[in-house]
């Protein structure tokens, strides 16, 4: 402990979190400490009184307990601010380790028990959403806001040591990458920018592609905005994706192996025990298992050959056909899927991508090989009906100019915190969640 709090105090004039309390030893002997933090809870006894300090960083609360009878406790009260001084030593108890015997304490902030929302009671998580500034003082919201702060650093890690660079890609654009009518448009008073319309990014993939043409290996982990009218408890109006872009891959293999790779080194040891790769099948072969399993399985949709998965498959593909473990679906037709993917030349009419689909979420990352010829690419524009203002310009250019087999994949980041953290919707994995059109700040 003392090499904690000597490190500190070296490096800042901070005192320790609670986190950084609990992560040294139990005292031998008692070690004066200052520490900040909310009151959770107050037990007032006879001779002596006790209280929960939380201050967000773990999910156990530091036992105080106060027994000076000069001390007036009268203003500590849950979700009071305090700065508590005394000595940390070993506790007895049976919840806990160590102990704060208060010597001294002074009120920060303080909190009216009748008016404060955020009470010890359960609290829903509909009720919660309708605060967004004050849900994450609950212990349940700071241990999934932390995880995902832990996830976003194992991703960065992970690329760090594979070679790739971080990169910041616009949130303004002039087009929607995937074709799918779901950007959002700028509105006035700059309805357009200098002339283009304007559009908030739907996916940083085309602008990685430009980075990845000239830095082989790159990355970013930015929002992206869509318009989606589905209020599901997947979709987010405003979500942050993980987008990776690989120059010289010519193997769809190249970019599911980066997709597990990063994903496997980032999820909790316990959940991922089973090494072997996980199982790859085709759109083709998807959807055949789940048509062999309807309708003992009551599916929403019936599974035909042709028509998207619908999320009901999705998990079903995950939790039932996969045993539970994450599965690659391949070679989607082309009729799904925007312009740019590189088709297969097997004479099917799919094209080299795939979904990763995970139990409980279903979809949680979408990659593919990206048509790298010149001409087809021209020809699929065509086709889609894109680049018709000369937009996508640059974007050919790239094929122009020393282009290379590439590829990459995008993974929806809430997703990934509500399947490591085991919350129901991506409404409670993100601080400030925004979903069709509805926002409280
Ligand atoms: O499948 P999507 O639309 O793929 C792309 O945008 C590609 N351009 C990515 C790439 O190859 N660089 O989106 C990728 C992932 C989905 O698998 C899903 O997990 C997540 O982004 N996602 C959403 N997450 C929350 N809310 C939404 N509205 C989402 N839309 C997609």
Redesign the pocket.
């Known amino acids: 402990l003392s090499a904690i709090l000597g490190r500190s105090r070296r490096y800042s004039t901070l005192p320790p979190t609670i986190r950084q309390l609990f992560a040294a030893p139990v005292p031998t002997d008692p070690t004066e400490i200052t520490v900040n933090g909310w009151i959770k809870s107050v037990r007032r006894q006879k001779r002596m009184s006790f209280a929960v300090l939380a201050d967000g960083t773990t999910d156990d609360g530091l036992q105080a307990v106060f027994s000076d009878p000069t001390l007036d406790l009268d203003s500590l009260t849950t979700g009071a601010s305090v700065r508590l001084e005394g000595a940390l030593v070993g506790s007895p108890g049976a919840r806990q380790d160590r102990e704060l015997q208060v010597r001294s304490f002074s009120v920060v902030g303080q909190c009216d028990p009748e008016s404060y929302p955020i009470q010890r009671k359960e609290l829903s998580t509909e009720f919660l959403r309708t605060l967004p500034h004050l849900r994450t003082r609950t212990q349940a919201h700071a241990h999934i806001i932390r995880e995902r702060d832990r996830l976003m650093r194992g991703f960065h890690s992970y690329f760090e040591t594979n070679g790739f660079y971080h990169i910041h890609t616009p949130a303004l654009t002039q087009n929607d990458?995937?074709g799918?009518g779901?950007a959002f448009a700028l509105a006035a008073p700059a309805p357009d920018m200098f002339g283009h319309p304007a559009y908030l990014t739907?996916?940083?993939?085309?602008h990685?592609e430009a980075m990845a043409a000239a830095l082989p290996r790159v990355y970013t982990l930015s929002p992206?905005f869509?318009a989606?009218s589905?209020a599901t408890s997947?979709?987010?109006?405003e979500?942050w994706?993980l987008?990776?872009?690989l120059a010289f891959a010519d193997s769809l293999e190249d970019i599911m192996a980066l997709t597990e790779g990063c994903v496997r080194a980032v999820l909790p040891k316990a959940s991922d025990t089973d090494p072997s790769p996980w199982p790859r099948i085709t759109y083709a072969q998807a959807v055949d298992a789940l048509a062999a399993a309807h309708p003992q399985v009551k599916f929403e949709y019936e599974p035909r050959h042709g028509d998207p998965l619908r999320s009901d498959h999705e998990r079903w593909l995950a939790e039932v056909w996969a045993n539970d473990r994450p599965v690659f679906v391949t070679s989607y037709p082309a009729a799904h899927k925007?312009f740019?993917m590189l088709p297969n030349d097997d004479g099917t009419d799919t094209v080299a991508c795939f979904?990763?689909l995970i139990p409980r979420v279903g979809?949680?990352?979408?990659?593919?090989l990206r048509e790298h010829r010149l001409d087809r690419l021209q020809d699929a524009m065509k086709r889609h009906g894109v680049n018709e203002r000369g937009e996508l310009e640059w974007y050919l250019d790239l094929r122009r100019w020393g282009s290379t087999p590439h590829?990459?994949?995008?993974?929806?980041?809430?997703?990934?915190v509500a399947f490591v953290t085991g919350t129901e919707s991506?409404k409670e994995c993100v601080p400030f969640p925004r979903?069709a059109g509805r926002w409280l700040m």
């Open positions: 990458c995937e799918g779901e739907v996916s940083a993939q085309l990685l992206a869509r989606e589905s997947r979709h987010l109006s979500f994706m987008e990776a872009e925007p740019y979904d990763l979809e949680l990352a979408g990659g593919s590829g990459g994949f995008g993974l929806g980041f809430e997703r990934l991506v979903w």
